[in-house]
């Protein structure tokens, strides 16, 4: 089975710039998260989304930041214009059921970003 | 913090050791679930364990609950180099109609051939 898809896998680039994270997640399932981790604040929420639709953006940094499922398979997280704070790892999970109460989240392996 | 604290933050142990980790939270959650991460890679979910059950058991692992205190426990037995890794407790708390796991800063636990 194929699991959660992230690219790139890494990411460096300048401030200013625009960066762009892609996610497919499991088929199948419907709820699709994005977090970022770092040493200092460790795993955080930034956006989730039922059924395509985002249900909690309260994570989401500040208005640099967007996220977009257009489709059940796809999912995007902006990051416009990109500050060297944003450098972490992103990673996307999904999970079977829109309420994830008794659902493992299954993560992909994250694309670390570098903004320099 | 408000979700609560993981601990110890890093544990070192022989192989063959068990290793016992913990989690406490404060508010009360749905259920709980521990994950486990290898460098590099993403998180694995690894047990999940519901408000009403206090403990469950998977091959070597044997998580614990106990509400009155709102902690957990996770305790591997007859630990091998292979499960050197970050491990992360996630609470699960209902809101309306939909949920938020909420993951700690994780343990770190080596373990030494």
């Known amino acids: 089975d194929a699991g959660v898809i992230q690219s790139p896998r890494h990411e460096v680039t300048e401030m200013g710039q625009e960066v762009t994270l892609r996610c497919k997640p499991i088929?199948?399932?419907?709820?699709l998260f994005w977090y970022r981790q770092t040493m200092m604040r460790g795993l955080e929420l930034l956006i989730y989304f039922n059924n395509n639709v985002p249900i909690d953006d309260s994570g989401m940094p500040e208005d640099r930041f967007s996220a977009k499922m257009p489709n059940a398979s796809f999912s995007t997280l902006k990051i416009q214009p990109s500050e060297p704070r944003d450098s972490a790892v992103y990673f996307c999970?999904?999970?079977?059921?829109?309420?994830?109460?008794?659902?493992?989240?299954?993560f992909g392996d994250g694309t670390r970003l570098s903004i320099l | 913090s408000q979700q609560g604290e993981e601990d110890p933050q890093a544990l070192s142990i022989q192989e063959g050791e068990n290793a016992t980790m913990n989690c406490s939270y404060k508010t009360s959650i749905n259920n709980l679930q521990w994950y486990r991460q290898n460098s590099g890679r993403g998180l694995v979910h690894l047990i999940l364990i519901r408000s009403n059950e206090r403990e469950k058991h998977s091959g070597r692992l044997r998580v614990t609950l106990d509400t009155s205190k709102k902690s957990s426990s996770l305790l591997i037995t007859a630990s091998r180099a292979a499960d050197t890794a970050s491990y992360f407790c996630?609470?699960?708390?209902?809101?309306?109609?939909?949920?938020?796991?909420?993951f700690g800063k994780g343990i770190t636990l080596s373990v030494r051939p």
């Open positions: 999970a999904s999970s079977l059921s829109p309420t994830a109460i008794n659902q493992p989240q299954h």
């Open positions: 088929s199948g399932h419907n709820s």
């Open positions: 996630a609470r699960i708390y209902y809101t309306g109609a939909n949920s938020k796991l909420t």
